[in-house]
């Protein structure tokens, strides 16, 4: 059973980096299509970047696109979110996710804890 632990969250200031990671310790994350999720505060939880079973196809927010990068190294059951030129719009708690494909949330039913990222000087 997948068991999801997002880590590399934390405080950056503006124009600043972080690299999420997303692993799983069991045996089937590679059959899965794994989904970053993130929720701003008094907001609703919105998807950000996707990447499907063996990473040949991704997907991207738009107001993200560009700057984030998302990944996966299947031999270390872990995705990346490489997140480049944050801005504080980027403020949020960052989840992944484990799911059948990229697209509504409705699809992603394994969800992790969530990572706090926090963009401000």
């Known amino acids: 059973q997948l068991q999801l632990v997002e880590s590399g969250g934390g405080l950056v200031q503006p124009g600043g980096s972080l690299r999420l990671s997303c692993t799983d310790s069991?045996?089937?994350?590679?059959?899965?299509?794994i989904g970053w999720f993130r929720q701003a505060p008094g907001k609703g939880r919105e998807g950000v970047s996707c990447?499907?079973?063996?990473?040949?196809?991704?997907d991207y927010l738009d107001s993200v696109k560009g700057r984030f990068i998302i990944s996966r190294d299947n031999a270390k059951n872990t995705v990346y979110l490489q997140m480049n030129s944050l801005k504080p719009d980027d403020t949020g708690v960052y989840y992944c996710?484990?799911?059948?494909?990229?697209?509504?949330?409705?699809?992603?039913?394994?969800w992790g804890q969530g990572t706090q990222v926090t963009v401000s000087s």
């Open positions: 069991g045996s089937t994350f590679n059959l899965h299509t």
């Open positions: 996710a484990a799911g059948v494909n990229c697209g509504t949330q409705a699809y992603f039913a394994t």
């Open positions: 990447i499907t079973r063996r990473g040949s196809s991704t």
